[in-house]
C-alpha cells in the first residue's frame, strides 16, 4: 500500500522530470519564546520535530558514497520518509568528503548538499545537518589526522563555513548540528587516535582534542563549540546550532564526554542528546533525559528499539513528553512492506520501530 501511495505522491509532489522544482516555501522554525519547545517563525504555531537519521542505507554505505551516481534513491527515500509521517531529517556530512584540504571545500559535494537542500523544501522535511562525521575511518584523509588541535579547529571551522555558506537563507534547514558525539578526552595520557571505538564499522564518536592539558574539559568542550558556532554565524545568523551529545555527558560518577549540557549549552540553541532506553530501566532512562533540561528545548536526536521492545520504547515515548521538545529515529531506505518480506531479525527490529514512529507520530506532534 505505501508503494501504491508513494508512486501517486512522487508525481503529485513535483518529482516526475517534467515539473520544475519548488521554491523554498517553508517557514523557518526557531526556539519558542518560553524556551520549551520550537514554533514556525511565520505564525507562531508549535513545531514538534519527529523524524528519522538517515545516516545509511541498508548496505551501509553514507549518503555521500551514492547520491552522485543514485539520486533517484535519495528521491525515494526521502518520500518514503514523509509518508511515514516525518517532518524531520538528520543527515550525516563527513568531513572527508567535503574538504580537500584544510581550507578547500569540495564543490561537487556541496552542489549535492544544494541539491539535498532542494530535495527537502520540495518534499516539505526539514534537515538536521550534523557535520564532521568521520565515520568510516578509511575515508578520513590522513592529512587530518595529522593536524594539532588549533589546525584541526580551523579545518572544521572551514567545514561549517562552506556548509552555512551554502545553506544561508533556506529556511529547510531545522539546524546544524556540529559534530555527532563530541568528546574531550579524560586522564592524563594524551591519545594517539582522534576517533572513538567502531560500532557496525563505524566510528560515530570522535575527540575534539587529543590532550586536555590539565585544561577544564567542559571548558574545552564550550570554547570548541564557541569557535565552530562563530564560523557557522559568518554566513547564517538564522539558523539554530546544537550538537549531537551522548547519554554520558552528564557530570555524574564514572565515565563522562566532557560536554556537560550544564556547562556548555549557553552557546547553542537547543540540547540534542542521544538515549536508547533499557529493557526495564525507563526510569532510570528518564532520569537522564531530565538531566539534560537546563532551560533550553531538548531534542532527543538518536532513539531506536536497539536496548529495549517496542513497548518500552512506547512508555518511554509518552513518559520523555514533559521533558524532550523532538525525537528522531532512523530510516535505511526500506518500508514496512518491504521489510516484512525479509525474514530477518534485523529487519523485523526495524520494522516493529517503524510501526511504532507510524503509530505514535500524531500523538507525538500534538
Not at 559534530?179 to 575527540?207: A, I, S, Y
Not at 562563530?230 to 555527558?249: E, F, I, N, Q
Not at 525479509?342 to 507510524?358: D, M, P, Q, R, V
Request: hydrophobic fraction near 40%.
Amino acid at each position: 500500500m505505501l508503494r501504491v501511495a508513494l508512486t501517486v505522491w512522487l508525481v503529485v509532489a513535483g518529482f516526475a522530470p517534467q515539473v520544475a522544482c519548488a521554491t523554498d516555501a517553508m517557514p523557518r522554525v526557531r526556539v519558542s519564546d518560553d524556551q520549551r519547545g520550537f514554533v514556525l517563525a511565520d505564525t507562531g504555531k508549535p513545531f514538534t520535530p519527529w523524524g528519522f537519521n538517515y545516516d545509511h542505507d541498508g548496505k551501509g554505505r553514507l549518503i555521500e558514497d551514492y547520491w552522485h551516481d543514485e539520486w533517484a534513491t535519495v528521491e525515494q527515500d526521502f518520500a518514503e520518509m514523509k509518508l511515514l509521517g516525518a517532518n524531520v531529517v538528520r543527515v550525516h556530512l563527513q568531513f572527508g568528503k567535503f574538504m580537500k584540504s584544510p581550507t578547500e571545500p569540495n564543490v561537487a559535494e556541496l552542489n549535492k548538499l544544494a541539491d539535498l537542500l532542494k530535495l527537502a523544501e520540495r518534499t516539505g522535511l526539514y534537515l538536521d545537518l550534523t557535520g564532521l562525521g568521520c565515520y568510516h575511518k578509511q575515508d578520513v584523509p590522513a592529512w587530518y589526522d595529522k593536524l594539532n588541535e588549533d589546525e584541526r579547529w580551523s579545518a572544521q571551522a572551514a567545514f561549517w563555513e562552506a556548509v552555512a555558506r551554502t545553506c544561508n537563507g533556506r529556511s529547510v534547514v531545522f539546524c546544524y548540528d556540529l559534530m555527532n558525539e563530541p568528546v574531550v578526552p579524560g586522564g592524563r595520557k594524551p591519545r594517539t587516535d582522534w576517533l572513538g571505538p567502531g560500532f557496525g564499522g563505524k566510528h560515530f564518536v570522535q575527540f575534539i582534542t587529543l590532550d586536555a592539558k590539565d585544561r577544564p574539559r567542559p571548558q574545552i568542550a564550550r570554547q570548541w563549540i564557541e569557535y565552530l558556532a562563530k564560523a557557522v554565524r559568518k554566513h547564517d545568523r538564522k539558523t539554530m546550532v546544537t550538537v549531537g551529545l551522548v547519554p554520558w555527558s552528564l557530570d555524574r560518577p564514572g565515565l563522562t564526554s566532557g560536554f556537560d549540557p550544564a556547562k556548555v549549552a549557553e552557546p547553542l540553541d537547543f540540547v540534542a542528546m542521544h538515549i536508547y532506553p533499557e529493557k526495564g530501566k525507563l526510569d532510570a532512562a528518564i532520569e537522564t533525559l531530565k538531566g539534560f533540561n537546563v532551560g533550553k528545548p531538548v531534542v532527543i536526536e538518536e532513539t531506536f528499539v536497539l536496548k529495549c521492545g517496542k513497548a518500552e520504547l512506547a512508555k518511554f515515548f509518552v513518559r520523555s513528553r514533559p521533558h524532550a521538545a523532538g525525537w528522531i529515529g532512523f530510516y535505511w531506505g526500506q518500508t514496512p512492506a518491504e521489510l516484512r518480506k525479509t525474514k530477518t531479525i534485523h529487519a523485523a527490529i526495524t520494522l516493529s520501530w517503524l510501526e511504532l514512529f507510524e503509530a505514535m507520530g500524531e500523538k507525538m506532534k500534538r
